[in-house]
C-alpha cells in the first residue's frame, strides 16, 4: 500500500537557522514527490515537487527538498528560517502511472522562534 | 486569475441532516479533486472529476457521500444523513487537465469546515 511518513509531529527552530522538515514515502516505482504549506484557516499551498533528473529542488519562498531514492526520502529544507515560515508542512507523493490522487503525510508543524 | 475557491467557509449542521459544499476551480482546468482533512490528519482523497465525469471514486467512504460536475466546472459535494464522525475540513483541488504528467500540480482552495453536532 501507498504510505508517506514524516516522522516529526514538530520541528522547533531558531530564527536564521537551518531547518530541515523529513519525509518518507512507501510507493512502487519512482513517483513524483510534492511539499505543500497549509497557515492557519488557509488551504495548502503548493511548495515545491520532484519529477525527474536533479535530486535537489527549488521552490517558493526560498525552500527546497532533497528526493534520495534508496531512502525513499524528500526532506524539505531551508538555510535560514523565518518566524513567518512557522505553519504546517505536509508530504505527498501522486503515482506516475496515471493515478491522480495525492496521497498525504499526517503533517509536521514547524514552530520558528526569534 | 483568481484561485480554486470554496463555499461556505463554515457549515454548522445538526446530525442527520443533508449539506451541500460547492467548489469552483481555477478557470480553464478541467480536473478537479475533493478531500477530507480530519483534525490532526493530512488529507484523505475522496473522488477526482476529469471533466463531467467521476473517473476516480474510490475514495467516497460510504453511499452518503455523493459529488456532482454537472458542466464540468463547478462542483458540488453532498452528504446524506450527516453523522459527527463526518466533522472535517473538506478541501477542494483542481489541475489543469488531469492527465497525470508531471506538469499536473494540484492547487487546493481554502477548504470549507463542517461542524455536525
Known amino acids: 500500500a501507498q504510505s508517506v511518513a514524516q516522522p516529526e509531529d514538530q520541528v522547533n527552530v531558531a530564527e536564521g537557522n537551518p531547518l530541515t522538515v523529513k519525509c518518507t514515502y512507501s510507493?512502487?516505482?519512482?513517483?513524483?514527490l510534492f511539499w505543500y504549506v497549509q497557515y492557519p484557516n488557509r488551504g495548502l499551498q503548493f511548495l515545491l515537487k520532484y519529477i525527474t533528473g536533479d535530486n535537489l529542488v527549488k521552490g517558493s519562498y526560498g525552500f527546497e527538498a532533497e528526493f534520495n531514492k534508496s531512502q525513499t526520502s524528500f526532506h524539505l529544507k531551508k538555510p535560514s528560517a523565518l518566524v513567518s515560515d512557522s505553519a504546517l508542512y505536509f508530504c505527498?507523493?501522486?503515482?506516475?502511472?496515471?493515478?491522480?490522487?495525492?496521497?498525504f503525510g499526517a503533517g509536521t508543524r514547524l514552530a520558528v522562534h526569534p | 486569475g483568481a484561485g480554486v475557491s470554496q463555499t461556505p467557509s463554515n457549515k454548522v449542521t445538526e446530525k442527520g441532516k443533508y449539506v451541500e459544499l460547492r467548489c469552483d476551480p481555477i478557470?480553464?482546468?478541467?480536473?478537479l479533486y475533493w478531500y477530507r482533512q480530519s483534525l490532526g490528519q493530512g488529507p484523505e482523497f475522496l473522488i477526482y472529476f476529469q471533466g463531467t465525469g467521476a473517473a476516480d471514486d474510490s475514495g467516497l467512504p460510504n453511499d452518503r457521500f455523493f459529488a456532482v460536475r454537472p458542466e464540468g466546472s463547478v462542483s458540488t459535494l453532498k452528504i446524506q444523513r450527516t453523522e459527527r464522525g463526518d466533522s472535517a475540513v473538506y478541501l477542494c483541488?483542481?489541475?489543469?487537465?488531469?492527465?497525470?504528467?508531471?506538469?499536473?500540480?494540484?492547487?487546493f482552495g481554502p477548504g470549507t469546515r463542517l461542524l455536525v453536532l
Open positions: 505527498a507523493v501522486r503515482d506516475k502511472r496515471g493515478y491522480n490522487k495525492l496521497i
Open positions: 478557470s480553464g482546468h478541467t480536473a
Open positions: 510507493v512502487s516505482g519512482n513517483p513524483y
Open positions: 483541488a483542481s489541475s489543469p487537465s488531469g492527465a497525470g504528467g508531471p506538469q499536473e500540480t494540484q492547487y
